[in-house]
Structures are given as structure tokens and as C-alpha cells.
């Protein structure tokens, strides 16, 4: 069973930095893009980033180019989103999906910018 | 970039219903076209991939059709599990886009 788990999320002050984390089992993990997607509280589903699968080709929405890094790990079968100089519209749930047609979904991690 | 525009932005229906939600993109997206739904509280589902190809699972009364820049979503006969929000997302270019969502509430 495809697995996804978010983690790392929680409230941070306009400026600051965060990591949240996708654990992944029950695929071939190193074969798969890997996206993060966005929803802020009440609104819909906005795309925030891709990495391929070795790592080596990442793409970002143009809200958060220059500010925020995806990763990941093949080893370990973890993505990873650094957030830096956060801002309070960045507040939303953090999604991690396999593929560009979002395959399979984790639950979430909620991220808060506020002062 | 390329918009993704849904419409309605909201609908009513009763159970056996037939409903049919459309989503046009800004410019021809090659029928990279995938559809999700989401309950309350709950993270989307993926339901359709590649304009009208069912993701695994996902009942038929799902399907999905189009060309170009015009795509529709039907549910054939609407159940109470089907009572969500839909999107529409295009991957045909980065960035992804995803449209603004289609409630679909108890008439």
C-alpha cells in the first residue's frame, strides 16, 4: 500500500525558516516525481513544486522561486520542502504527491505564518 | 502560464443525478488533463489522468472528456460519497495549474 506522511509543520513568525518532510513506502520511490502542493485555509489547490528522480531537474511555482528548495533522499524514500523567508501568505496545508498527475496524496502538514 | 478555469463554481443535486462539470485552459494543454476530488477535511483523490483514463480504484460512474482546451467531468449517477470539491489541474507545461474547484452539494 502506497504510503505518504507528511511531518514538520507548525507556526512560524513572517521571515522565518521551516523544513516539512514526506515518508514514503510502498512504491519504487526512486522512480517517481515527486510534488509538494499547497492549500491555504478555505481555498483550493496550488501547485508549489516538482523534483525529478535523481534530484537533478526541480521546477517551482513563481510564489515561491528564490525562497523555497525541494529534495529528496532515495535512500531513506523521504522529500523534503526548506522554506525560508516565509510569509504569511505561505500559511496552508503542505502536500506531498507522486508523479504530475498527483497519483496518491499524503494527509498533509499545516504550516502557520504568523506574528 | 497557463489558467484553468471550472465552472460552475458550485452546484447543487440529488442522489442518482447525472452532473457534469466543465474546465477550459488558457491554451491547448494536449489532453494533459487530470481531475481530483476532495472531501471535507480530507487530503484529493486522484480520479482521472490523461483527460478520460480512470485512476486505479475509482468507480466508473467517473469519466472524463475533451480535447484541446475544453474537458468536462460526468458522474454518471451521482452518490452520497460524491458530495466534494473538484479540480481540474493541467500538466501539459510547468508550472502545474490546477482550476478553482467545483463544490458539489446536497440538493
Known amino acids: 500500500e502506497v504510503q505518504l506522511v507528511e511531518s514538520g509543520g507548525g507556526l512560524v513568525q513572517p521571515g522565518g525558516s521551516l523544513r516539512v518532510s514526506c515518508a514514503a513506502s510502498g512504491f519504487t520511490f526512486s522512480s517517481h516525481y515527486l510534488s509538494w502542493v499547497r492549500q491555504a485555509p478555505g481555498k483550493g489547490l496550488e501547485w508549489v513544486a516538482i523534483?525529478?528522480?535523481?534530484?537533478?531537474?526541480?521546477f517551482y511555482a513563481d510564489s515561491v522561486k528564490g525562497r523555497f528548495t525541494i529534495s529528496r533522499d532515495n535512500a531513506r524514500t523521504s522529500l523534503y520542502l526548506q522554506m525560508n523567508s516565509l510569509r504569511v501568505e505561505d500559511t496552508a496545508a503542505y502536500f506531498c504527491t507522486i508523479d504530475v498527475i498527483g497519483r496518491h496524496w499524503g494527509q498533509g502538514t499545516q504550516v502557520t505564518v504568523s506574528s | 502560464d497557463i489558467q484553468m478555469t471550472q465552472s460552475p463554481p458550485s452546484l447543487s443535486a440529488s442522489v442518482g443525478d447525472r452532473v457534469t462539470i466543465t474546465c477550459r485552459a488558457s491554451q491547448d494543454i494536449n489532453n494533459y488533463l487530470a481531475w481530483f476530488q476532495q472531501q471535507p477535511g480530507k487530503a484529493p483523490k486522484a480520479l482521472i489522468y490523461?483527460?478520460?483514463s480512470l485512476q486505479s480504484g475509482v468507480p466508473s460512474r467517473f469519466s472524463g472528456s475533451g480535447s484541446g482546451t475544453d474537458f468536462t467531468l460526468t458522474i454518471s449517477s451521482l452518490q452520497p460519497e460524491d458530495f466534494a470539491t473538484y479540480y481540474c489541474?493541467?500538466?501539459?507545461?510547468?508550472?502545474?495549474?490546477f482550476g478553482g474547484g467545483t463544490k458539489v452539494e446536497i440538493k
Open positions: 523534483i525529478n528522480q535523481d534530484g537533478s531537474e526541480k
Open positions: 490523461a483527460t478520460s
Open positions: 489541474q493541467q500538466y501539459n507545461d510547468y508550472p502545474l495549474t
